[in-house]
């Protein structure tokens, strides 16, 4: 258990919802759902996850921590904004599930090899550090993120459009080997620093 | 009226003159109806047309047969003051439910001749209505119960200029809305709590001048009718005080659901189990603080939905009570506001209205907790309780402590007993079904006490409907009951809060106060209202029998010391039931009676068995299937020309005479059109449409003897929406007679 979560689980003691107001991005919204069912019945992704927004809604107010902040389904969300659109208690759901997705991943209690997270954490490494995005390196890094020979197979299965996309140009394979930057690196570096001190700041205030 | 003179006229407007032969009506009606005058003219209702009636009447026309469009149209144009007039339906009734074809002219013709036969015949056995003669005009009316419910009826009645007794039986009016320790508001913002302002309302009532206080009174005896209730009041002490009113309300109001009824839920085994009621006194005795009851703050309040209600068990209420998800939901923002947490736990959470689902997003917004569950069961745990219960949307089963817990129990209508459970009794022991009787028995004996005392032959109080309440007809005549002039408001009606109960008690102090005007005028009350007709009977051909004494739906009827039925032209609501029910047919209005339709029917042209034209008979109740039947031809929805409609003021009102009259002279098929009967009923003198199909299902006998096929009569239950399945009725009967054959009593 990192030290950040355990500190919430002291400071929170058996009142997640506390918690969610507290730490996660409109989280205060949650205690407004109805429970009529709406989102999830909207939600074109709802049937296939293991809990869909209006029971997670449900299992934040029942207390549910552990579950709730492990599932893979707030990883789901395709920010398709139907449940938004037709809640009528108006509840910011798209917002609360990346709120909670994040909140999760910040606690060290996001499901693991979750492929959205996966994602996006190569997606944020390789932008930071060139200023770009290495489509190539973002490619390998999904294709062998659950070991290397899954990756290869995984490798072969793509082998046609890799192949593709090669000829047509839209991918050149020596981009693997340190690929382009950014003209002021620095710069970015300078400015990603800065949004990191402003997210800083505002977690601690929802934390406080 | 010395000398009958019967007018007919008709009107050659609205496409009535280029489809059927008038001048051939006019003379069907000189030379069979015994018309004196009979006139055609080009547009009726007209200035110039409505002229020439007048004109006729002055001359001393005094019967008027207007055949034209239906009774149910132009009734403005048509009403003249002093004579007695009948209608033939000739557009809605014929020239738009048959089509406009060279082959339908003579069916279509033949239908109009008859209508004006009918109408003739008709206008020729009504005499001109006048009031009874017993009428006064007392402006008081009477309100029973000192609640929310009667102090609006109260003061909404003493705001008109009416005179009010309000008797209350405990020692303080305001009733259960007094005890609250604060209200969701009545205007916006309603997300708030709002001061209750119950005191207020005491206060104005007692500063009211028009308004009498009797405490710690009740009702002893009620006698009279609308317009003249004499009413003994007597008071604990023994004294008593006779006052006369025109109208009662009775607004007796409820009795939270017996909490011990339900042990699985902690009632009555531990006292920090309670109802709504008893929190609420708790809250307001702390002035706002929680405790239990051994006097420590409570922290963890759990209020229980539904707790006995809308549920089949044996002894529980099955309906929602109304108010008890939005009482729940303020409680707990009481237990928020000194600080603890609170949880409803619900199956469904109704909030009715735009206001209610306010009132619920305030609860969300102060932060109570809403679980979808059903409890199980609650335990004593340690020094607090512990509530189990499935959580509905986790699917599973869960427990949460709890310092109180608050059992949504609901609503019993404090309700006097049943006035017709005398009547059940013997019915059950006459038909050996002892285990019923023994049922009625236990029921008659641990019935309440009367409430009203009415001294009518059909029993104390007020009759009921399901479950207890008081009986109305939901849709076209809320607060009405069925003893004519007796309103009741408020929870004994249908559970309901407090501001729906206002609302009620407005309606019914307005109902009040029609009924004391109607009664001073002799007047019916709706649907008839205006209607000055009462029934009279020919007390030398009456057997006693007391059918129309039992069968009268609004216990109109009393017995006098000889055993003779004993009208109250005032309770009368002018249905008909008793006159469809007299066997010796002694029953008779003016305007209605066993001859003005016994008539009509037999004037009808009746063609040979061998003409291939049957005769059907449809008997239609003038307040759903008659309007229905309109609409039919108002959209062109075509029916039988072979069908002869006779409006009837009730199904109630149709005597078998009528039936047995018909099949001898000859109709093929008699169809009766009565509305919806039963618990759910929609029939607008409420037991009329019931009676119908009961008698109806004795009429088997007469079918019998007279050798004719059981399908020549049928029932059926429709509704003023039911403008194709009617037509289909009509045509389907037809059909039949296609099949069986043609009565062969023609002649
Ligand atoms: S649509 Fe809104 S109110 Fe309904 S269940 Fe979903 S979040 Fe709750
Ligand atoms: S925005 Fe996310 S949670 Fe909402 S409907 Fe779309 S995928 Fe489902
Ligand atoms: S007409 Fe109807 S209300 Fe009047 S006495 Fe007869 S049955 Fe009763
Ligand atoms: S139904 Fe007719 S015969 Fe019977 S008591 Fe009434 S009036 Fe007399």
């Known amino acids: 258990m990192s030290d950040m979560n355990q500190a919430m689980v002291e400071k929170y003691r058996s009142n997640f919802l506390k918690e969610v107001e507290a730490n996660v991005e409109e989280g205060t919204w949650v205690k407004m759902c109805m429970q009529c069912g709406v989102c999830s019945g909207s939600c ?147 400015m990603l620093k800065k949004a990191e001190e402003f997210e800083a700041e505002h977690i601690t205030k929802f934390g406080e | 009226m010395a000398d009958m003179k019967i007018g007919a006229y008709i009107c050659q407007g609205c496409g009535i003159g280029e489809r059927l032969d008038t001048a051939q009506l006019a003379s069907v009606a000189k030379r069979e109806g015994k018309a004196a005058e009979a006139r055609e003219h080009a547009f009726l209702c007209s200035a110039e047309g409505v002229k020439m009636i007048q004109d006729d009447i002055a001359a001393g026309v005094t019967h008027v047969v207007i055949a034209a469009c239906s009774r149910r149209a132009k009734t403005e144009a048509f009403s003249f003051e002093g004579v007695a007039i009948s209608r033939a339906n000739l557009r809605e009734g014929v020239i738009w439910v048959r089509p406009d074809t060279p082959e339908a002219a003579e069916t279509t013709q033949e239908m109009a001749d008859d209508y004006v036969r009918m109408a003739c015949a008709e206008a020729k056995h009504m005499k001109i209505p006048s009031a009874s003669g017993e009428q006064g005009l007392v402006r008081t009316i009477l309100v029973v119960g000192g609640g929310i419910s009667g102090m609006t009826a109260a003061l909404e009645a003493a705001k008109t200029g009416y005179k009010v007794e309000l008797v209350e039986k405990t020692g303080a009016l305001g009733g259960v809305a007094a005890q609250m320790f604060k209200k969701y508001p009545d205007k916006a913002p309603y997300n708030v709590l709002a001061d209750n302002t119950t005191g207020a309302m005491i206060d104005a009532v007692n500063a009211n001048g028009n308004i009498t206080v009797h405490l710690n009174t009740t009702v002893a005896k009620t006698e009279g009718a609308p317009g003249r209730f004499a009413v003994t009041l007597a008071t604990e002490s023994g004294a008593s005080k006779e006052v006369t009113v025109g109208a009662i309300i009775q607004a007796t109001g409820f009795t939270p659901y017996d909490i011990t009824r339900l042990p699985e839920l902690g009632g009555g085994k531990s006292p920090d189990v309670m109802d709504q009621l008893a929190f609420e006194q708790m809250v307001k005795a702390n002035n706002g ?50 600080g603890g947490d609170a949880t409803v736990i619900f199956d469904d959470l109704r909030t009715p209205g735009a206001d209610g689902e306010d009132v619920y997003r305030g609860g969300q917004e102060a932060g109570v907790t809403f679980s979808k569950g059903k409890v199980s069961a609650i335990e004593a745990a340690g020094k607090g309780l512990k509530v189990n219960y499935t959580d509905k949307i986790l699917a599973e089963d869960t427990t949460i402590d ?56 059909q029993g104390t109080d007020v009759p009921h409907l399901k479950s207890g309440f008081t009986d109305s007809h939901f849709i076209c005549f809320p607060y009405e009951t069925r003893r004519t002039g007796i309103y009741t408001a408020g929870p004994v009606r249908r559970p309901m809060d407090a501001h729906q109960a206002m609302e009620d008690a407005t309606g019914a102090a307005l109902k009040a106060i029609q009924a004391c005007e109607n009664a001073a005028l002799g007047r019916a009350a709706h649907p008839r209202s205006g209607d000055l007709s009462f029934p009279s009977f020919r007390k030398e051909g009456c057997t006693q029998c007391k059918r129309c004494t039992v069968e009268c739906p609004f216990g109109a009827i009393n017995e006098d010391e000889k055993g003779f039925p004993q009208y109250n032209e005032s309770r009368c609501r002018r249905c008909g039931t008793c006159m469809g029910a007299c066997p010796v047919r002694v029953i008779s209005f003016e305007n209605y009676s066993v001859e003005t339709i016994g008539q009509q029917l037999k004037a009808v042209d009746m063609p040979d068995e061998f003409s291939e034209k049957p005769r059907l008979l449809v008997l239609a109740c003038e307040n759903d299937a008659y309007p229905a039947l309109d609409m039919a031809g108002m959209t062109k929805q075509e029916y039988s020309a072979f069908a002869r409609i006779i409006p009837v003021r009730c199904l109630g009102s149709v005597n078998t005479i009528w039936i047995t009259d018909a099949l001898n002279s000859g109709y093929d098929g008699v169809i009766l059109l009565g509305c919806q009967k039963g618990d759910n009923y929609q029939c607008h003198f409420v037991k009329g449409s019931e009676m119908a199909h009961y008698r109806m299902s004795k009429i088997d006998d007469t079918l019998t003897q007279l050798n004719l096929e059981k399908e020549r009569v049928q029932t059926y239950e429709v509704s003023i929406a039911d403008i194709q399945r009617i037509p289909q009725i009509i045509n389907d009967m037809e059909k039949l007679i296609g099949e069986i054959g043609m009565s062969p009593f023609k002649f």
């Open chain 1, 44 to 190: 074109p992704l709802g049937p296939h996850w293991e809990h869909p927004p209006q029971e997670l809604f449900m299992m934040i107010r029942a207390g549910k921590r552990e579950e709730v902040l492990s599932s893979s389904s707030m990883w789901m969300c395709t920010s398709c904004y139907n449940c938004i659109a037709r809640c009528p208690r108006g509840l910011p759901i798209t917002h609360i599930m990346h709120g909670l997705a994040s909140y999760a991943k910040r606690l060290g209690l996001a499901p693991n090899r979750q492929p959205t997270k996966e994602f996006g954490q190569i997606f944020w490494d390789s932008i930071a550090k060139n200023g770009r995005v290495n489509e190539l390196k973002i490619g390998v890094g999904l294709y062998f993120m659950n070991g290397f020979s899954q990756g290869i197979k995984n490798a072969l299965a793509g082998r046609e459009l890799g192949m593709a996309m090669m000829k047509s140009k839209r991918m050149n394979p020596m981009e693997y080997f340190g690929g382009h930057k950014c003209k002021d690196l620095s710069g970015i570096a300078k």
């Open chain 2, 289 to 338: 603080a929680i405790k239990k009851s051994d006097g420590s703050d409570a922290k963890n309040v759990v209020f229980v939905q539904c707790a006995g209600q809308r549920s089949d068990a044996e002894g529980h209420l099955p309906y929602c009570s109304g108010h008890c998800c939005m009482t729940s939901i303020k409680q707990a923002r009481y237990v928020k506001e000194a």
């Open chain 2, 402 to 457: 709890a310092d109180i817990v608050v059992l949504a129990t609901g609503m019993v209508p404090a309700s006097g007993p049943n006035p017709y459970l005398t009547q059940e009794i013997e019915a059950a022991d006459k038909a050996g079904d002892t285990a019923l009787a023994e049922k009625l028995k236990a029921e008659q004996a641990s019935a309440p006490a009367s409430i009203l005392n009415l001294q009518y032959r």
